[in-house]
T-cell receptor, first 113, second 115 residues
Framework: DQQVKQNSPSLSVQEGRISILNCDYT??????FLWYKKYPAEGPTFLIS?????DKNEDGRFTVFLNKSAKHLSLHIVPSQPGDSAVYFC????????????FGGGTRVLVKP | DTGVSQNPRHKITKRGQNVTFRCDPI?????LYWYRQTLGQGPEFLTY????????KSRLLSDRFSAERPKGSFSTLEIQRTEQGDSAMYLC?????????????FGPGTRLTVL
């Protein structure tokens, strides 16, 4: 039972363009959503998060959008840079479940110079 | 603040041996989480602590897995009688206080290879 899904395993984008990563969830108890970036042989690095009471959060080049009715969130990276090439994980948590994170399967992003 | 640290970074062991991993969280963080990541998958929750109390361990993969956080600071994850299927990246994360918008920060992980 995959409660968090990232349906695109990979994404290729030209430097300077927008990267859009998508994530769907099924558990209505999730109330906090996070995006992590991961390089090979390293732990996930926190990027940006959004609480369920908001529909948008922006931090520099990164913006996360949350559509609660559709149980869908997306991460926009603009402009994309070669250093953004990594695997991106969507994660969700709920206080009622101890805030443990449930992760999607990841999307590998390649930014071409 | 040096972030979450984990030791060792890599561990190669023979099937049937016991292994222990250590995690040092960010110093003021009360929560500590363990996850496991296998190739091509997202991290999978194993267990977590609030200070020294282990609040959930039902997701530990078998009774061969155990975790401790004896003084509410560092934590250890032990796997007894390792099997080849235990080969994975073991990740530790810490967070401040478990509020609804509490963000977890991860260490670099320990990669376990069971031969």
């Amino acid at each position: 039972d995959q409660q968090v899904k990232q349906n695109s395993p990979s994404l290729s984008v030209q430097e300077g363009r927008i990267s859009i990563l998508n994530c769907d969830y099924t558990n209505s108890m999730f109330d906090y959503f996070l995006w992590y970036k991961k390089y090979p042989a390293e732990g996930p690095t926190f990027l940006i998060s959004i609480s369920s009471i908001k529909d948008k959060n922006e931090d520099g080049r990164f913006t996360v959008f949350l559509n609660k009715s559709a149980k869908h969130l997306s991460l926009h990276i603009v402009p994309s840079q070669p250093g953004d090439s990594a695997v991106y994980f969507c994660a969700a948590s709920g206080k009622a479940a101890g805030n443990k994170l449930t992760f999607g399967g990841g999307t590998r992003v390649l930014v071409k110079p | 603040d040096t972030g979450v640290s984990q030791n060792p970074r890599h561990k190669i062991t023979k099937r049937g041996q016991n292994v222990t991993f250590r995690c040092d969280p960010i110093s003021e963080h009360n929560r500590l989480y363990w996850y496991r990541q296998t190739l091509g998958q997202g991290p999978e929750f194993l267990t977590y602590f609030q200070n020294e109390a282990q609040l959930e361990k039902s997701r530990l993969l078998s009774d061969r897995f155990s975790a401790e956080r004896p003084k509410g600071s560092f934590s250890t994850l032990e796997i007894q009688r390792t099997e080849q299927g235990d080969s994975a990246m073991y990740l530790c994360a810490s967070s401040l206080d478990g509020t609804s918008t509490d963000t977890q920060y991860f260490g670099p992980g320990t990669r376990l290879t069971v031969l």
